[in-house]
C-alpha cells in the first residue's frame, strides 16, 4: 500500500522559522489542497515549490515531507522510476533528523513502487526493513500491513511457507489494532493461500471468517470478493448448487455498486 498522507509527518514541521520556512510550509498547505481537489498538476507545482524553499531553510523534515508528496503523485501518475527517485531521496533526509517513522514510510513506499514495476525481490527487501521500525514505534497496525504486504509478495512468488508465515503473524496484530478491514483482508489472502496450496476446507474456513467480518463493517466490494472465493471453493468441491448461491448473493451487491459509480 502507497503511504502518500503525510498530515502526520509535517505537523512537526517548523512554521514559525524564517520566511522561507513560512513559504514553505503555506505552499506545501496549497499542494495538499490541490491535491485533494484531485488538481494533480497543480499540487505537482507547489510541492516542487516548498521543496526549493525548504531546502533554502534547510529544513530537513519539510524537505522529506515534500519529497514523499511528490513521489506519492509520481506514483499515482504512473510515473514510477521518477516516484522511487523521489522516495529515496527522502530516505537520507528522514535519517539525518531522526526520524523513524518518515524513514518507515519511504521504504514503505520504495517497496511499493518496485512491487509495481514487477522487481518482487526489491521490493521484499524495502518492507523488511520497514518492518523493525514500524516495531520499534509500537505500531502494530503499520506493522500488519506490511506484514501482509511481505506475505502476498511470497505468495506472488511460489514462497508459500514463508508467506504462510507472515499472514499468521500479521492475524493477531490486525485484531490487536482493532483494525477489522485490515483482519478481513489478511484472512481473504489467507485463504487464497490455503486454495493454492490445496487445502480446501482451510481455506474455506478462512473465507468465511472474512465474510462474516466484512459484512459486520459494511465493506461490500470486500463482500463481493469473498463471496466469490467462497463460490469458488464450492465449486472445486463439486458443490454446484452452493457455489451458485454464493456467487447469486454477490450478483446484486455488485450491480449495487456499479450503480453508485455511475
Known sequence: KLIV????????????GDRAGREAATLFNLGKLYEEQGQ???AFEHYQRSLTYWQQARDKT?????LNSLGGLAARGGQLP???SLFRDALPLWRAVGDKRGQAVSLGNLAFVADALSDKPT???YYSKTLPLWRELNDKRSEATTLNDLASLHQSIGQK???????LEALPLRRASGDKRGEATTLNNLGGLHVSSGDLAKALESFEQSLKIRREVADKRGEIVT???????????GNQKQARDFYLLALPLARALN????
Do not use: H, P
Not at 5 to 16: P, V
Not at 259 to 262: F, N
Open 227 to 237: 463471496l466469490g472465493n467462497i463460490g469458488l471453493v464450492y465449486q472445486s468441491l
Open 62 to 66: 519539510g524537505e522529506a515531507s515534500a
Open 5 to 16: 498522507e503525510t498530515a502526520s509527518l509535517t505537523r512537526r514541521i517548523n512554521t514559525s
Open 123 to 125: 521490493a521484499i527487501e
Open 259 to 262: 450503480d453508485k459509480a455511475r
Open 40 to 42: 494533480s498538476q497543480k
Open 82 to 84: 521518477l516516484a522511487a
Open 161 to 167: 511457507d514463508q508467506a504462510l508465515k507472515f499472514y
